[in-house]
Nanobody
Framework: VQLQASGGGLVQTGGSLRLSCTAP????????LGWYRQVPGKQRELIAS??????????YYKDFVEGRFTISVDMAKNMLNLQMNNLTPEDTAVYYC????????????????WGQGTLVTVSS
């Protein structure tokens, strides 16, 4: 399933944004979902992921976003969300979402093509 991200925009340092991700079909066909970001000229990097379970989901975060970003899912809306608080200029990037699976704490993205990302720009 190719996921499409939305919700990006321009925000000042210390501000907040909420990104969303969805697809024409169910985004919950995979056992896990992840958020990535990419700065021009750099590799795309995983920032947060969520392992889905009927007994309770588990979130994982990279150190540089933990405590500021929160990943969540809305089953009724077929949506993956990323709440981003206390943003800094270093968070400026294009954000993408991906299906995948976890092995332990590690998120492995699916081999589907990347969908449309959403640009987040944080001004100083």
């Amino acid at each position: 399933v190719q996921l499409q991200a939305s919700g990006g925009g321009l925000v000042q340092t210390g501000g907040s944004l909420r990104l969303s991700c969805t697809a024409p079909g169910s985004i919950f066909s995979s056992t896990s979902l992840g958020w990535y970001r990419q700065v021009p000229g750099k590799q795309r990097e995983l920032i947060a992921s969520i392992s889905l379970s009927s007994t309770g989901n588990t979130d994982y975060y990279k150190d540089f976003v933990e405590g500021r970003f929160t990943i969540s899912v809305d089953m009724a809306k077929n949506m993956l969300n990323l709440q981003m608080n206390n943003l800094t200029p270093e968070d400026t990037a294009v954000y993408y979402c991906k299906t995948g699976h976890h092995v332990g704490h590690y998120f492995y993205p699916s081999r589907t093509s990347w969908g449309q990302g959403t640009l987040v720009t944080v001004s100083s």
